[in-house]
């Protein structure tokens, strides 16, 4: 019988915009019993109820049993996987989606259709924070989370507020990145 275990790394809540923290990671492994005895002989030496990268990476010893095992015959991608996310570009998907997407549908076009809906978030994330800076940027996707968790209108409003400077000033410096704001000023609590 195949055992399967998931972990996770970099999971800091709610709190999506961390500059600090930018990565979550989810990992899983599948191991028939003779393949888990084979991966984990690297790491038989390490005492405890959790082995802990955090502790493994701090000594020669560990880090020579990290790549051990990384490097078992066992360990392949048929047994193992990691999915990685950043962060804040979740949630300006995310802003694409509840946000943009329903704008764009009202007007006909399909925002899925060919990928505009990534096209927009790489834009929106790699231009933003240029266009604006860097905190500008984070403050308005860190006020999005908080709207869309606690659902509350003063939170709305200040967050409406916050689109409503970045797109007056858009409008004169970068016309075309203002329409990516646009939806929210006609959007309601």
Same mark, same amino acid.
């Given at each position: 019988?195949?055992?399967?275990?998931?972990?996770?790394?970099?999971?800091?809540?709610?709190?999506?915009?961390?500059?600090?923290?930018?990565?979550?990671?989810?990992?899983?492994?599948?191991?028939?019993?003779?393949?888990?005895?084979?991966?984990?002989?690297?790491?038989?030496?390490?005492?405890?109820?959790?082995?802990?990268?955090?502790?493994?990476?701090?000594?020669?010893?560990?880090?020579?049993?990290?790549?051990?095992?990384?490097?078992?015959?066992?360990?392949?991608?048929?047994?193992?996987?990691?999915?990685?996310?950043?962060?804040?570009?979740?949630?300006?998907?995310?802003?694409?989606?509840?946000?943009?997407?329903?704008?764009? +549908?009202? $007007?006909?076009?399909? *925002?899925?259709?060919?990928?505009?809906?990534?096209? =927009? %978030?790489?834009? /929106?994330?790699?231009?933003?924070?240029?266009?604006?800076?860097?905190?500008?940027?984070?403050?308005?996707?860190?006020?999005?989370?908080?709207?869309?968790?606690?659902?509350?209108?003063?939170?709305?409003?200040?967050?409406? +507020?916050? $689109?409503?400077?970045? *797109?007056?000033?858009?409008?004169?410096?970068?016309? =075309? %990145?203002?329409? /990516?704001?646009?939806?929210?000023?006609?959007?309601?609590?």
């Amino acid at each position: 019988m195949r055992k399967v275990f998931f972990d996770e790394s970099g999971n800091t809540g709610q709190n999506l915009i961390d500059p600090a923290d930018p990565v979550f990671v989810l990992a899983s492994c599948s191991f028939q019993a003779d393949e888990e005895q084979e991966a984990l002989s690297h790491l038989q030496q390490f005492k405890g109820p959790e082995l802990k990268f955090s502790r493994l990476r701090k000594t020669p010893a560990g880090q020579r049993a990290v790549l051990a095992f990384l490097g078992s015959a066992s360990v392949t991608s048929k047994t193992a996987a990691a999915v990685l996310f950043h962060k804040p570009f979740m949630v300006v998907t995310k802003y694409c989606d509840l946000v943009l997407e329903p704008s764009f +549908r009202k $007007a006909g076009v399909d *925002f899925y259709d060919r990928g505009a809906n990534i096209a =927009t %978030a790489n834009l /929106l994330t790699t231009t933003m924070p240029v266009l604006l800076n860097r905190t500008t940027w984070s403050n308005f996707l860190s006020l999005f989370v908080r709207v869309v968790r606690e659902r509350t209108p003063s939170l709305f409003n200040e967050w409406r +507020r916050s $689109a409503e400077l970045i *797109f007056t000033y858009l409008e004169h410096k970068h016309r =075309t %990145a203002a329409d /990516l704001f646009a939806p929210v000023l006609i959007m309601h609590d």
